[in-house]
Each structure stands twice: as C-alpha cells, then as structure tokens.
C-alpha cells in the first residue's frame, strides 16, 4: 500500500510545466495467477506454459500497449534538458533539494540498499524525510541487505517501504518449473522488478535513483535529470556524476548505515542467486552480478 504524505508545499518549481497529469488507472500489471505465463501477456493455463516456453532468452520489455505510460509534451523534454545542465554542477544535497521542492509529495526513491542508495537516504533525512521510498523485495534478497533496511529505519528514521511482485517465489518457481534466474534472468527480472517498479511509478510525477556514471559503461550517459520513457515519468540521478570514492568518503564521515556484504568481497549486491564476490583482479564492479551470463543490468535503467 503507497501513502504518500505530503511534506511541505511544492513551491519552488520554475514551471508548472514539469506537473504531469494524473497517473493512469492501473489495470493488468502483475496480475499473475498459477499457470499464467509472466503477466505480460495475458495468457493462461497450458497455452501461458507455451508462450513462457518460448520467452525463453528472448528480450523481455514493457510492451506499451498492455503498459501504458505517461508521454512528455516537447516543452516538458525542453524544460528537463535545461534543468539537467543547470544542475550538472550542483551538489546532490542541492538536487535532491530541487527535486523535492518540484515534485513533492510526488516524488519517490527506489532503493536496492546500495552504498550510493544509503546516501541519497541519509540526505533526505535531512531534506525530507517524508519521501516514499520503497524496494524491490524480489523475494530473492540477502539477509544482510533486509537487516540493512532495519539498520536505517532506526539510525536515519526512514522506513523503506517493500514493493512486493504479485507472487512469492514459492508461487513462481512453482509456476515455471523451477527457478527462472536460472533459465532466463531477463524475465525473471522483469516480472520481480521492472513490473513492480512500473506498478509503483505510476503514483508519482518523478523518482530518484542512486545510479553513478563511472558503474558501468550502460550507465556512462545518465543525465541528472530526464524523461523515462520506459516509465513515464522524469527520473533524477542525484548521484551521477559522482565517484565511487565519493560515496564512500561520505559514508564513512558521516558513519551512513551499508551493507556488510561490501565489506565481504561484493562491491554490488542484488539477490543472491545473481549476485557473487568479484574475484582478484576484477576491477569492474558489478562484475559479480549474473556473472557469465552476458547480463549486466536489470532494466530499471534501460529503455
Ligand atoms: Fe531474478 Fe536474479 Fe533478477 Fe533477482 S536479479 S529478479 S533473482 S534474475
């Protein structure tokens, strides 16, 4: 359930422009049901089993006319642009700051308990500690990283709220014979993240992502703020012209609750099945994630 509560009065935006109407109903997101095939095709019982059957390795997208979203008028992509350069040279607390005043109380964060996620919530500690933000509880977490939500509850004051899929991993391996993150990680992510993400987006105008630059060659060109077209919504990376240094500087002045699996190998964390140490030599943090598989991103950060 998202309650959203309103913080204080969003006043300081330039322009009206950047207010979008309001979301649109939701209607078939994740309604998934034993023998259905991943929800974003409607199909169900031994035809659902077929059409999974040849999803098999096949890219896996939100197809826009069973998911539809929010499209941005030009003057809206124009005005994002300019705010996007005005604020490439502003501190994050200054951009979360902006974003807060523009689109709060719609405004949301997404979290994954990332060292860069631990900053962004230290800072709306301070800012706004109102702010909805939620996780993508796939089921398939570590433990280290639900006590970490527990750690920052009560060292920063803000509950992050759990964004469930429609099914529990008992009822999804069970669905597909066994564990899709095997088989076919894309549609295991799709159907765990990217649907619950798209579900919980609608609610809001604009969300915040710990995304950095220098992660990984996919994630080079993200801007501080911009359209996302996948979700329809404005998406603000307060992060990402940061380094790896500098989050973690900030975290240790500042004695930020993180993650201890950090400190056991694993530079990035996501769920257990796809998440391994990085080995000597590897230099590529995210390296350990769906390692061997050719995978490196999840789709929450690509169109
Ligand atoms: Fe499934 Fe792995 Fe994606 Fe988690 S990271 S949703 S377990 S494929």
Redesign the pocket.
């Known amino acids: 359930m998202i309650q959203v509560t309103p913080t204080r009065p969003p006043a300081k935006c330039p322009s009206d422009t950047l207010s979008l109407a309001e979301p649109l109903p939701i209607t078939g997101v994740g309604q998934l049901s034993e023998g259905s095939c991943c929800g974003s095709c409607g199909k169900q019982g031994e035809e659902a089993r077929q059409a999974a059957a040849k999803c098999q390795g096949k890219t896996v997208s939100l197809d826009p006319e069973t998911y539809p979203v929010r499209q941005p008028t030009e003057e809206l992509l124009a005005e994002i642009e300019q705010h996007a350069r005005r604020l490439e040279g502003k501190r994050p607390e200054e951009i979360v700051e902006w974003a807060i005043d523009c689109y709060a109380p719609r405004l949301t964060m997404a979290t994954a308990f990332g060292p860069e996620g631990c900053v962004i919530l230290s800072m709306l500690a301070k800012i706004c500690p109102d702010t909805y933000v939620f996780n993508l509880e796939?089921g398939?977490q570590f433990q280290e990283t639900r006590e970490l939500r527990d750690r920052i509850a009560e060292q920063l004051g803000i509950t992050v709220d759990y964004q469930h899929p429609e099914t529990t991993v008992e009822e999804y391996e069970r669905m597909h014979g066994g564990?899709?993150?095997k088989t076919n990680?894309?549609?295991?992510?799709f159907?765990?993240?990217v649907l619950v993400l798209y579900r919980v987006t609608r609610h809001f105008d604009a969300w915040m992502s710990g995304i950095r630059r220098d992660q990984s060659p996919v994630r080079a060109g993200t801007p501080i703020v911009r359209w996302d077209k996948k979700f329809g919504l404005v998406k603000i990376s307060p992060l990402a012209n940061w380094t790896k240094k500098d989050v973690w500087t900030r975290i240790m002045k500042e004695r930020i609750p993180y993650n201890p699996l950090h400190d056991q190998g694993y530079p990035s964390v996501?769920?257990?099945?796809?998440?391994r140490k990085v080995l000597e030599g590897e230099t590529d943090e995210r390296a350990g994630?769906?390692s061997g598989t050719g995978k490196t991103e999840?789709g929450l950060h690509t169109d």
Request: proline content about 14%.
């Open positions: 796939t398939y564990p899709l993150y990680p894309d549609r295991c992510c159907d765990r993240k996501g769920c257990w099945p796809c998440t994630r769906w999840c």
